[in-house]
């Protein structure tokens, strides 16, 4: 049996999506003047850690793959709860797409010696959801994905999660070590603790790792590591709509009986 | 990197998902597109449709009569229910024996568990929830999703490593009618894991409700207006005789389960009237739901971005408006009477 979990959670500073606006004219995207903010989906993760630090007295060291002003997250995630954090970043990540960065984060991982890595469903700015079976994949690890709830079963060395599967529910007991990735909106993430709060933004200063301390071969990652690549962008073509605002429920059931859809 | 001879890659596989004999509809529908993508292909590769399950030789034969040319079947009790550890050996295995070119995956939850654990020690270049798929004229893979909530469609292709992956978001494609006249091969693979080598274990699964809103002809759907009641949705649902969707919102609050999410991370849907209740317009959500015939938007709030992506709109409580349209449907035995 293992003696007291060490659970590390990966979390992502992203653009606001509610920021990013589209050049109406060039139909490019203006990323860079969105506010960045912790990836929403990666509150339910930091949720999921901490119940498991009130549960089983686990340690939480967060950690996000990024560039310095990426720090913020982890300033936050200090305060929710989380008894450590690290920014892992390095020029050679550049570029990389969910193959070495799943790798990354394995190595990661494994630095901090976990028994559990926890993470958000998907990032908004990319919305994949692949890193978090990748780093399974990588670690050759267990794997919990879309998960609504936890129970920490430290007597059996396992963690038993229930699923959210396709028209219903799986309750699933997975050997540790395991990664587990949270279905956004799954829990009731918990507010920052005053003293918390003060204590990281005031002393905390998070733990520096690079690609070298992570072991990790600048070969293995970055753009040239990538095995995809993004072939052009085009704009979708806008559908085209009557856009008649009626004004009585009369009318609208007259147009919707005209249109002969019911 | 390891170099990748990629000549050496052949075939377009489709994971055929399957749970306790159950097919997920989208599996069909990545033949159907697949096959379409075989007129690009040489004359010697093949579709095979990848079945791994216990007992599924059914599933096997209505595989090849809905297009695929061999089926490779993995059938084991070790594969019900799904699990990512021994499919992912399983695959991983069939990948370095036989080498396929591309291969398609469902993107629904258990088809992108699985597509993140398998594209991994394949080293494949693994693209998510397509809505597009073709081929370039060398050959490779062009997988098109959308990006930044629908307003630009991005084409994803791997060069340099195989097998290409993609997971495609159900709904997106038409499935082919079932043929039994079809012939095709199929062909029974060993079983390349062993229970004492799993490290998961599905204690209960609980699958009630696996309605499919991507076949519905019409769809009411309820966004964060609805404030967690859904009972106008559901009275007008009933009313049109529409199946119930939502938007992420929605689901994200648990007022409604996932399977029926529209949208970008959802499903795609086409029905012949759409009617959006209390739904913003967010484009993440309008990306899956744009090629409805007929779209109605009931919200209170004027500068709601649904009302320029809709054909009628309402302004007004969604609560009223939904009681009074039932209302209106109910009181006419023929629609066409409430024209009078």
Request: net charge negative; hydrophobic share 40%.
């Amino acid at each position: 049996m293992t003696d007291n979990w060490t659970v590390v959670v990966g979390i992502k500073q992203v653009p606001d999506e509610d920021d990013v606006t589209i050049d109406p004219d060039t139909g490019t995207l203006n990323r860079a003047e969105a506010a960045a903010i912790l990836n929403p989906p990666d509150r339910n993760a930091l949720e999921a850690a901490l119940q498991l630090k009130d549960e089983v007295g686990a340690e939480v060291i967060a950690f996000t793959m990024g560039p310095p002003t990426a720090t913020p997250v982890l300033d936050l995630a200090v305060a929710l709860g989380c008894d450590d954090a690290a920014l892992i970043s390095d020029m050679a990540f550049a570029g990389s797409d969910t193959w070495p960065t799943s790798l990354t984060l394995a190595y990661a991982t494994e630095y901090f010696d976990a028994d559990v890595g926890i993470f958000g469903e998907e990032t908004t700015d990319s919305s994949t959801g692949q890193v978090p079976p990748g780093i399974a994949a990588h670690l050759d690890w267990a794997q919990l994905t879309y998960v609504e709830d936890l129970d920490p079963r430290p007597e059996d060395d396992q963690l038993v999660a229930t699923r959210d599967v396709e028209g219903g529910h799986e309750v699933v007991a997975a050997d540790l070590p395991v990664i587990v990735a949270v279905g956004y909106g799954d829990n009731e993430p918990r507010p920052a603790g005053l003293h918390r709060k003060l204590y990281a933004e005031t002393e905390f200063e998070p733990i520096e790792l690079d690609a070298e301390e992570l072991g990790i071969d600048p070969d293995e990652v970055g753009l040239d590591a990538s095995p995809t690549q993004v072939g052009g962008m085009d704009t979708a073509d806008p559908v085209e709509r009557e856009q008649k605002v009626v004004d009585s429920v009369e009318d609208l059931a007259a147009a919707i009986a005209e249109e002969g859809v019911v | 990197m390891p170099e990748v001879d990629v000549d050496e890659y052949k075939d377009i596989w489709v994971f055929i998902e399957e749970h306790a004999g159950e097919v997920a509809p989208v599996s069909w529908e990545l033949l159907a597109e697949a096959k379409q993508l075989m007129d690009e292909k040489p004359d010697d590769e093949e579709l095979v449709a990848l079945v791994i399950g216990s007992d599924v030789d059914d599933v096997a034969e209505e595989a090849i009569a809905r297009g695929a040319d061999r089926v490779l079947v993995a059938d084991d009790p070790i594969f019900e229910p799904y699990r990512a550890d021994p499919y992912g050996k399983q695959f991983r295995e069939l990948v370095a024996e036989r080498k396929p070119d591309i291969a398609l995956i469902g993107g629904t939850t258990t088809g992108r568990d699985f597509a993140g654990r398998v594209a991994v020690p394949t080293h494949a270049g693994l693209t998510a929830d397509c809505t597009q798929l073709g081929i370039d004229d060398e050959g490779h893979l062009e997988a098109g999703r959308p990006a930044f909530g629908g307003n630009v469609v991005a084409t994803i292709k791997c060069e340099a490593h195989r097998p290409q992956m993609a997971t495609i978001r159900p709904g997106v494609f038409e499935p082919l009618d079932r043929d039994e006249n079809r012939e095709g091969e199929i062909e029974h693979v060993d079983v390349a894991v062993e229970e004492d080598e799993t490290v998961t274990e599905v204690l209960e699964r609980e699958v009630g409700d696996t309605a499919d809103i991507t076949d519905a002809d019409r769809i009411v759907a309820a966004g964060g207006g609805v404030e967690g009641d859904l009972s106008p949705v559901e009275r007008l649902a009933e009313a049109l005789d529409a199946e119930v969707a939502a938007s992420r919102k929605a689901v994200d609050e648990g007022w409604i389960q996932h399977a029926r999410q529209v949208g970008q991370t959802g499903k795609t849907v086409r029905p012949e009237l759409y009617v959006a209740v209390g739904i913003s317009g967010a484009v993440q959500h309008l990306e899956g739901m744009n090629d409805s015939d007929v779209v109605v938007a009931i919200n209170n709030d004027p500068n709601a971005p649904i009302f320029d992506h809709a054909d009628y709109g309402i302004v007004g409580d969604l609560f009223e408006v939904c009681d009074e349209l039932v209302a209106a449907f109910e009181d006419a035995d023929d629609p066409q009477e409430v024209l009078a």
